[in-house]
């Protein structure tokens, strides 16, 4: 039997549409142009499209979006500056630092130098505490989007052995405390677990965000798991696949997202999500 396949671009159109009436709303209503700023450091080429996609989504959301490109031998002190001046500016309601940062630039400092109430991308460590006490603000997009499909698809959480491959601050980790607080029983697996297979075969529901193509195959799927694929991994060919084998899983998963079109556009619309609610609380809303 083949799984139900998750349409990520399809459950993300939605969301945006919605989010577009809502930043109608806010504009007719309130005043508010909602706004993102995105820093791009560099001419990295994947950060480039990222970034372009970014710009678009926003644009047809009604999003006001600014760009801060710099060189690529910006120093340290110019990025930061730059990261200050946008925390300084009412028009900014989300700020995004594209990323990786080249070698001379403190990722870690300029991360934490975006005002956390600006902070879509929820990396900065307030938010990060917030999201592990329990009193979530901005949760991290991916991992965000990963929920709001699962519960587009009427998946019920509740008890389910969850299993996430990849304990990166970005993804796995809090993405293992979303779906623990949808009562899940949570594993998390990474490079030095032992058996990985066994432990997916275990899985209800299966996230893997490693970044190695195909290492997850239809037989270490337990039959009817949800499988969502966070991987996004560049073949010589030029093609784009996830970390799941998806001709073997889809036979034995009971739903399954593809790479690509599964979760990259929920990253994306949660970014927006995240910058509309930003500015709705800059507003007291
Ligand atoms: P990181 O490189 O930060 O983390 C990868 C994780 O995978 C690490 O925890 C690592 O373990 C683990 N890992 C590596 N090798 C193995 C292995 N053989 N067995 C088990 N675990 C392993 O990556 P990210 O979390 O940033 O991203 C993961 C993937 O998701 C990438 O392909 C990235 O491109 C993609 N991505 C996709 C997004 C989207 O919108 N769809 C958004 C963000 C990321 P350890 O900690 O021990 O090193």
């Given at each position: 039997?083949?799984a139900?396949i ?7 159109k ?42 678009r ?11 801060i490109?710099m060189?690529?031998?910006?120093t340290h ?20 630092v594209?990323?990786p940062?080249p ?9 934490n ?9 929820g ?40 299993v ?22 949570v ?8 058996d ?20 997850i ?9 949800t ?14 696949v ?44």
């Amino acid at each position: 039997m083949s799984a139900e396949i998750i349409d990520g671009k399809a459950i993300a159109k939605e969301l945006r549409a919605t989010l577009k009436s809502e930043v109608e709303e806010l504009v007719d209503d309130h005043g508010i142009t909602p706004g993102l700023a995105v820093v791009l450091v560099g001419e990295d080429p994947a950060s480039q499209v990222y970034v372009r996609n970014k710009h678009r989504a926003c644009e047809r959301a009604g999003i006001a979006t600014r760009d801060i490109r710099m060189d690529e031998d910006a120093t340290h002190q110019e990025v930061m500056d730059a990261v200050q001046e946008l925390n300084n500016d009412p028009n900014i309601h989300g700020i995004l630092v594209q990323l990786p940062l080249p070698d001379q630039i403190d990722e870690e400092e300029v991360l934490n130098a975006i005002d956390p109430a600006k902070d879509v991308d929820g990396f900065h460590p307030f938010n990060l505490g917030m999201l592990l006490s329990g009193q979530p603000t901005f949760v991290a997009c991916t991992p965000k989007g990963v929920m709001h499909m699962i519960d587009e698809m009427g998946i019920d959480l509740t008890g389910k052995e969850a299993v996430i491959i990849g304990r990166s601050t970005i993804v796995g980790k809090p993405q293992a405390l979303l779906l623990l607080y949808r009562h899940c029983t949570v594993t998390i697996c990474h490079s030095r677990t032992q058996d990985l297979a066994e432990h997916c075969r275990n899985a209800d529901v299966l996230v893997a965000a490693v970044g190695r193509p195909h290492m997850i195959t239809g037989d270490m799927i337990k039959p009817g798991a949800t499988v969502i694929d966070v991987g996004i991994n560049r073949l010589e060919d030029g093609s784009l696949v996830g970390d799941v084998d998806f001709d073997s899983a889809v036979e034995v998963a009971g739903a399954i997202t593809p790479v690509p079109g599964g979760v990259g556009p929920m990253t994306i619309a949660m970014l927006l999500r995240n910058t509309v609610d930003a500015a709705r609380r800059a507003a007291g809303l």
